[in-house]
């Protein structure tokens, strides 16, 4: 066969040809690189993020039909493309041409923060519009499921997506019948409303109209060729891969025939991460495209078939079809399928991949598999030899050779018989995440009886993710066989299959018992069911299910989302031009929803430009023996491998007192440290020769991976801190009660969306280097690349435009990463660019630190905590980084809320082969509070009082002192407190809640509330200086610069509002390039919540200087314009240009003493969080959450709301799904959205209120405001404690007593793992020690 001339298809209603088409190329890549429309972005590569989201639409001329679907463009090959038409988000709007209705919303709501998810969102909802132009709240969320956002906390996103809603504001719920707004729910006020508030941050009636009629039309001459064009075989042929896309069936069994082990590639979504990631490669892809007859579906009177083609999307519409029209009784397996497609990975996936790919891919974690694997379901084959039919059963999903499909076979469909009368099906998983993530375990089960008797005829029962692929309980079902269905047959049920659906101790994937306790906890939920289902067959003759079982039957509650917020309005007096005090949208955030901001990654191309990849090290703790580069030099493309010899004399660099060594080359103490670094001509080329570096290792003795074991070794970082007040000896003396107990808290990623990114460029000038570089912190970039390159700082130029998300995460790590990038390009005299892969991020770049708390607590009856001692000991990884700065600060903001009145606390920052951690949103005050609050929470048990009491008598009164000494007015803490206790009607809702959980045993809620006292400042006044630049020009226009960056926080957007207060000049009048080395030099770094504060001091300080100097000509001319007097004051020769300065927050704190003043105010705030548990599952639901804080004056209330609900998000995943996992050997299990969950827009409260305390006093920060940035991260733990609430409901009913330890996150395996059962006990348990375990806490 011959090659096909060109690939042609559509981007953008644009025309492109592919001459030399590279099979292996992705449509992300070839958007990105090859076309430069960089709006499309990288997140992960693996399809999980959504980043990459465009709309592909096809034509089929059969149907005459114009299909659109979301996919993930990572995924997706290009030459799979061929007479498709792409659309980008360049291709629906742009600032240029006309915005579109999705990209005007998602910004004037305030949907973006850093931007980087954005485009994704936007065309997630676009191609959602363009199928349903008025879509309902589901579809939404549907629509959605696909797409993670690290900073917004998705729920501004949900409110611009719902202005389009046909009964937009709307909750839509039908609960009752009636709508949240008629019910008044949001309503619940026990508490004076203050006046002057504001609840809408932004207006609807300024909104563009959807108009449909205004889209991109399908390209015309794409229809002709496939109406015209005659279609046969298309074959390209790349430099390795062959890419054959037969068009008939005919031409599909003969090049299946001819390439037998060639893979069938339809939705790319097994083929493609394989091919990646395990590193399998195949030479020949078969991609059958459009060919009918794999895309079809029959419903005959006994029978549904489906094409093997067929996406799941379109698997998902039929079966809706179908149940719709079939009699109940015969669709019960297409319900449990559709139940399972609903969750199944999110939409994109759906669209893309296929069932064919699905069944014959055979994951472990299959969720359609078990169910037609149960369901007496057959394959129908085909080859050129003929057709056959083979049972989708055991043999084949365990790829029998005898069961299986032939090399030269295609699976063309797949017949799924209806339900029978007295036969029933169900399916069940569990999975870390709601939506969107592979099942832990999943199940099939089908059960049929015997006409109106209850014996069981046939039962069928297989799992998923229990083994390497799905497996069936034959002989467990075959043992059942004759038996009534009840509760003897349910016990023997459970044990059969335990004895037969077997897990080692050491099994992949871990969780070993959880995935035990849900193979029959599913079992009894299916059991309950079918209990169910036979009382509804036969009323008369079967037993009804007992009260105390019904709950296990129910989805978990929950309302449509709703949301309330509630600001302080401006003052009246207030300069109408004025913008403090406005909820102004992030100025960047038409460009972010429209793909034209510019993040790292996106610049172009510079002449010669070379790429970097990274050799890591794969194991903790060894000594490298040997590192072979000979083949990897030999590779194409391959300039250079950077080794340790190269940067002899500049391998370290000191953060603070501790050198970091850049490369390692002797000894490695972690997995993921740097070993070489190899430059090649492209990404492509670096990536193959980085693997192609051959590293032997000697291992070294010993392992450290756990904080205990680090204990045990007495293997910390010096010093060790301690702070104390009063005499806790003493106190201990006069208490009623002491307890003692301990908390393990694990660590979290930082998961910012847009990966660590830089480009550096020697100018060839003057030895001069441009950083461009997605990093807080420029200066200290700066140092290291002059550091390593032997230069001064002033060549070295550090650019930062804007992050794409950081948290924390780019400020060491990022430093040296640059500066190895910036010595291959120096050496080189070319341009260096290096964009780790999320994988890679994940391994090298370390996040929060891991802590185990002990506490001993004294305490009198009543809930008064009279003496506290406690340490911590934090799991700072193989190097020291920001590790003792964080157990300091842990120290001075330990207390959270609470006056103890003895206290002692000690902290350690241990020294582990793990990765170096370092500094995550809340800097170490997420750890200990939580520490703290698990502390008062026992005491509450001890006590029997409810938590909310001990910590409402603990709590900071009015005027008081900090244990370091520092005077403290906590007013406001008791306000917050207050109003969130009354907005959350939280006494009503608690006894609401009892009354549930007496009548639910299966399922549980929880409430509770947690205060918030977040102190902010950096504990040294060098740390908060900042400066900034303001030149006004001659036409009047502003050009501000300051040394913040802009991180999503919407600095710039503030900085811009400063400016336009201070110089009484509109904003739009002002603009801000970003910040730079150059312009403003020795900044700090962007963090610690006072970036606004700090340098909006300075950008206020630079415009009153020049507002001084220019007073004399505005005087003289008060009506001018700045047009006016800039030209007057460049005409008297007076400087239009002005530095400001802020010289820092005054605070010290001496170590020694245990006494000083190191911060400069404090944040206040509650939060009261109410969730639903399944006991069964140990799934939970996040129903509602109140939250109420003190910002003192908001500068931007859309911006600080964004804030603290964005970082409540984060904390919610901190506290309850977010688990990194860990070999026993220290290799990150987890690297990517596909294992590791951050919080997704099915896990936001369906209820969320915010409001503000109004302002009550002006202080020294900018206008009176308050930093937010971290504070709100804390209050996720209010779901911890909903959850431990819940979880100890449950035991309490089941009479369990004593103190309950619940370690962070909160996962559904501690949640079901806790609430103590019948089934919990029933599984089989391994000793410790008895094996070794898949994957360690650190
Ligand atoms: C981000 C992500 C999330 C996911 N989440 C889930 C989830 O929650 N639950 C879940 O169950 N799955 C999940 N999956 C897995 C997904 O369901 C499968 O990858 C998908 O169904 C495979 O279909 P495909 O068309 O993309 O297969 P492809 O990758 O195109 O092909 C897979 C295999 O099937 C073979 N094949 C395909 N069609 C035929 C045919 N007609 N005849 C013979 N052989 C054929 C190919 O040769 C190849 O070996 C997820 C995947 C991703 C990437
Ligand atoms: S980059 Fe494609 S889904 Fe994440
Ligand atoms: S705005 Fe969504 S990831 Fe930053």
């Given at each position: 066969m011959e090659p096909t001339a060109e690939l042609l298809f559509y981007v953008n209603g644009r025309k492109v040809i592919e001459k030399n088409v590279d099979p292996e190329t992705m449509l992300l890549p070839y958007l990105r690189k090859k076309l430069r429309l960089t709006g499309t972005k990288y997140g992960c590569g693996t399809g999980g993020c959504g980043a990459c989201t465009v709309m592909i639409s096809r034509y089929t001329p059969t149907t005459k039909r114009i299909s659109h679907h979301a996919a993930n463009a990572c995924l997706i090959p290009i030459c799979s493309l061929y007479g498709a038409s792409v659309t980008t988000i360049e291709g629906i709007g742009s600032t240029k041409t006309r915005i579109h209705p999705v990209q005007e919303r998602i910004a004037k709501c305030h949907g973006t923060q850093c931007g980087f998810c954005t485009p994704g969102m936007v065309m997630s909802i676009y191609t959602l519009l363009r199928n349903h132009p008025e879509p309902s709240l589901e579809q939404i969320m549907e629509a959605l499921g696909g797409n993670l956002c690290r900073c917004t906390g998705y729920r501004p996103i949900i409110d611009a997506c719902k202005t389009f809603c046909k009964t937009s504001g709307c909750c839509q719920s039908k609960e009752n019948g009636v709508c949240c707004l008629d019910q008044g729910i949001n309503e619940l006020t026990e508490f004076e409303e203050g006046n002057k508030t504001s609840t809408k941050l932004f207006s609807e009636e300024e909104f563009l109209p959807l108009d449909p009629t205004q889209e991109l039309i399908f390209p015309p001459e794409l229809m002709i060729m496939a109406e015209k064009q005659p279609q046969r075989t298309r074959i390209f042929v790349g430099d390795r891969m062959t890419w054959i896309s037969p068009t008939t069936l005919t031409e599909l069994l003969e090049v299946?025939?001819?390439?037998?082990?060639?893979?069938?590639?339809?939705?790319?979504?097994?083929?493609?991460?394989?091919?990646?990631?395990?590193?399998?490669?195949?030479?020949?892809?078969?991609?059958?495209?459009?060919?009918?007859?794999?895309?079809?579906?029959?419903?005959?009177?006994?029978?549904?078939?489906?094409?093997?083609?067929?996406?799941?999307t379109q698997v998902k519409y039929i079966l809706g079809e179908v149940i719709q029209n079939l009699p109940e009784e015969k669709t019960r397996m297409y319900q449990a399928l559709l139940k399972h497609l609903r969750t199944l990975a999110g939409s994109q996936i759906r669209n893309m991949a296929s069932l064919g790919g699905h069944i014959v891919s055979r994951h472990l974690d299959s969720d359609l598999n078990p169910l037609l694997a149960v369901g007496n379901c057959t394959l129908n084959l085909l080859s050129k030899k003929g057709k056959r039919q083979v049972p989708l059963n055991e043999e084949f999903l365990r790829r029998c050779p005898s069961a299986d499909l032939k090399p030269e076979e295609i699976l063309i469909s797949v017949n799924i018989p209806h339900s029978r009368k007295w036969e029933f099906v169900s399916g069940f998983r569990q999975a870390q995440r709601q939506q969107n993530a592979l099942a832990i375990v999943n199940s099939g089960m089908r059960v049929f009886f015997g006409e109106g008797d209850g014996i069981i005829r046939e039962l069928c029962i297989s799992y998923g993710g229990v083994g390497p692929t799905t497996v069936c309980a034959k002989n467990s079902c075959q043992k059942l066989i004759g038996r009534p269905w009840n509760e003897e047959m349910l016990d023997a049920a459970c044990r059969l299959v335990l004895d037969e659906v077997t897990l080692p101790g050491s099994a992949p994937g871990g969780r070993v018992e959880f995935k035990r306790t849900l193979i029959i906890s599913f079992l009894f939920k299916f059991y309950l069911e079918v209990l169910q289902f036979l009382k509804r067959m036969d009323p008369a003759h079967s037993p009804s299910l007992a009260d105390k079982d019904a709950s296990a039957l129910e989805d978990l509650h929950s309302r449509h989302h709703s949301s309330t917020l509630k600001y302080q309005s401006v003052d009246s007096k207030q300069l109408p031009q004025d913008p403090i005090g406005h909820p102004i949208m992030h100025l960047s955030g038409i460009k972010h929803a429209t793909g034209e901001a510019i993040y790292c990654d996106d610049m172009p191309t510079v002449d010669q430009e070379l790429f970097l990849s990274f050799v890591t090290s794969s194991r903790a703790h060894a000594k490298i023996v040997s590192i072979d580069l000979s083949e990897a030099l030999s590779l194409p493309g391959v300039v250079d491998i950077v080794t340790e010899e190269h940067l002899r004399g500049v391998n370290s660099f000191s953060i603070f007192t501790n050198p970091e060594e850049l490369l390692?080359?002797?000894?490695?103490?972690?997995?993921?440290?740097?070993?070489?670094?190899?430059?090649?001509?492209?990404?492509?080329?670096?990536?193959?020769?980085?693997?192609?570096?051959?590293?032997?290792?000697?291992?070294?003795?010993?392992?450290?991976?756990?904080?205990?074991?680090?204990?045990?070794?007495?293997?910390?970082?010096?010093?060790?801190?301690?702070?104390?007040?009063?005499?806790?000896d003493e106190a201990f003396k006069g208490v009623d009660?002491?307890?003692?107990?301990?908390?393990?808290?694990?660590?979290?990623?930082?998961?910012?969306?847009?990966?660590?990114?830089?480009?550096?460029?020697?100018?060839?000038?003057?030895?001069?280097?441009?950083?461009?570089?997605?990093?807080?912190?420029?200066?200290?970039?700066?140092?290291?690349?002059?550091?390593?390159?032997?230069?001064?700082?002033?060549?070295?130029?550090?650019?930062?435009?804007?992050?794409?998300?950081?948290?924390?995460?780019?400020?060491?790590?990022?430093?040296?990463?640059?500066?190895?990038?910036?010595?291959?390009?120096?050496?080189?005299?070319?341009?260096?660019?290096?964009?780790?892969?999320?994988?890679?991020?994940?391994?090298?770049?370390?996040?929060?630190?891991?802590?185990?708390?002990?506490?001993?607590?004294?305490?009198?009856?009543?809930?008064?905590?009279?003496?506290?001692?406690?340490?911590?000991?934090?799991?700072?990884?193989?190097?020291?980084?920001?590790?003792?700065?964080v157990i300091e600060m842990g120290l001075l903001k330990m207390e959270n809320a609470y006056k103890f009145p003895n206290l002692r606390c000690r902290a350690w920052a241990c020294k582990t082969n793990g990765p170096s951690n370092t500094a995550l949103r809340g800097f170490g005050f997420p750890q200990v509070g939580l520490i703290t609050e698990s502390c008062i929470t026992e005491v509450a048990a001890r006590c029997g009082l409810a938590p909310e009491k001990v910590r409402t008598i603990n709590m900071y009164k009015e005027i008081d002192q900090t244990p370091y000494k520092q005077e403290i007015n906590a007013k406001n803490l008791i306000q917050c407190w207050k109003e969130c206790m009354a907005k959350s009607s939280y006494t009503l809702r608690k006894a609401a809640v009892e009354k549930f959980n007496s009548k639910n045993y299966w399922k549980k809620k929880g409430l509770a509330v947690v205060p918030l006292k977040f102190p902010i400042g950096l504990g040294s006044i060098t740390l908060s200086q900042a400066a900034a630049l303001v030149h006004i020009y001659l036409d009047g226009s502003v050009l501000v610069t300051h040394g913040g960056i802009e991180l999503g926080q919407g600095v710039h957007t503030k900085m811009i509002q400063v400016v336009s207060r201070e110089l009484r000049m509109p904003m739009s009048n002002i603009h801000l390039r970003g910040t730079s080395t150059e312009t403003v030099p020795n900044t700090n770094s962007s963090g610690g919540s006072v970036v606004a504060d700090v340098n909006g001091l300075a950008v206020k300080d630079a415009c009153q200087t020049l507002l001084k100097r220019l007073e004399p000509i505005i005087s003289k001319n008060p009506q001018g314009t700045w047009k006016d007097w800039a030209q007057a004051a460049f005409d008297e020769s007076i400087s239009l240009s002005?530095?400001?300065?802020?010289?820092?927050?005054?605070?010290?704190?001496?170590?020694?003493?245990?006494?000083?003043?190191?911060?400069?105010?404090?944040?206040?705030?509650?939060?009261?969080?109410?969730?639903?548990?399944?006991?069964?599952?140990?799934?939970?639901?996040?129903?509602?959450?109140?939250?109420?804080?003190?910002?003192?004056?908001?500068?931007?209330?859309?911006?600080?709301?964004?804030?603290?609900?964005?970082?409540?998000?984060?904390?919610?995943?901190?506290?309850?799904?977010?688990?990194?996992?860990?070999?026993?050997?220290?290799?990150?299990?987890?690297?990517?959205?596909?294992?590791?969950?951050?919080?997704?827009?099915?896990?936001?409260?369906?209820?969320?209120?915010?409001?503000?305390?109004?302002?009550?006093?002006?202080?020294?920060?900018?206008?009176?405001?308050?930093?937010?940035?971290e504070s709100g991260l804390f209050l996720g733990c209010s779901v911890f404690f909903a959850i431990h609430d819940a979880v100890n409901a449950a035991r309490r009913e089941r009479g369990l007593s004593g103190p309950l330890k619940l370690n962070s996150p909160l996962t559904p395996e501690k949640i079901r793992m806790a609430c103590e059962d019948k089934f919990t006990k029933m599984i089989p348990r391994d000793k410790p020690g008895s094996y070794i375990p898949w994957n360690v806490p650190l």
């Open positions: 299946k025939f001819n390439y037998p082990q060639a893979p069938v590639v339809m939705g790319n979504t097994s083929v493609g991460p394989e091919m990646k990631f395990k590193g399998v490669f195949h030479p020949v892809i078969i991609s059958p495209a459009g060919i009918e007859e794999l895309n079809f579906a029959t419903c005959s009177h006994n029978e549904l078939t489906l094409g093997a083609g067929l996406s799941l390692r080359t002797e000894e490695v103490s972690c997995v993921g440290q740097l070993v070489c670094a190899v430059i090649a001509e492209s990404e492509v080329q670096a990536k193959r020769a980085a693997e192609r570096v051959k590293v032997v290792y000697e291992d070294l003795q010993p392992l450290i991976l756990t904080i205990e074991e680090a204990i045990q070794h007495s293997s910390f970082f010096e010093p060790e801190r301690k702070l104390e007040y009063g005499n806790v009660q002491i307890l003692e107990g301990e908390i393990h808290m694990g660590g979290q990623e930082h998961f910012y969306m847009e990966t660590q990114s830089m480009l550096v460029v020697p100018k060839g000038e003057d030895q001069e280097i441009d950083v461009y570089v997605s990093t807080q912190y420029p200066k200290y970039i700066q140092d290291i690349v002059a550091s390593t390159l032997k230069l001064p700082a002033n060549k070295v130029m550090c650019h930062v435009k804007r992050v794409g998300g950081a948290f924390g995460g780019k400020i060491f790590k990022t430093g040296i990463l640059a500066a190895i990038t910036a010595f291959a390009a120096n050496k080189h005299g070319r341009a260096v660019r290096c964009v780790l892969e999320r994988g890679e991020d994940m391994l090298i770049t370390g996040g929060r630190h891991p802590y185990l708390g002990k506490y001993k607590a004294g305490f009198m009856n009543d809930g008064r905590i009279v003496a506290l001692d406690m340490e911590h000991y934090s799991n700072g990884g193989a190097s020291l980084d920001e590790s003792l700065i002005a530095t400001g300065y802020f010289r820092g927050y005054e605070s010290d704190m001496n170590w020694e003493t245990g006494e000083g003043h190191p911060f400069h105010y404090f944040v206040y705030g509650a939060a009261c969080s109410e969730v639903e548990i399944d006991c069964l599952t140990g799934a939970h639901k996040n129903i509602r959450t109140d939250i109420v804080m003190d910002i003192g004056y908001s500068i931007n209330p859309a911006l600080d709301i964004g804030q603290i609900e964005g970082a409540f998000i984060q904390g919610v995943g901190l506290y309850t799904i977010e688990e990194l996992q860990y070999s026993p050997q220290g290799v990150l299990h987890t690297r990517g959205p596909n294992q590791y969950k951050i919080p997704a827009v099915c896990d936001i409260p369906t209820e969320l209120h915010i409001s503000f305390l109004p302002p009550s006093e002006s202080s020294n920060t900018l206008y009176s405001s308050k930093g937010l940035g």
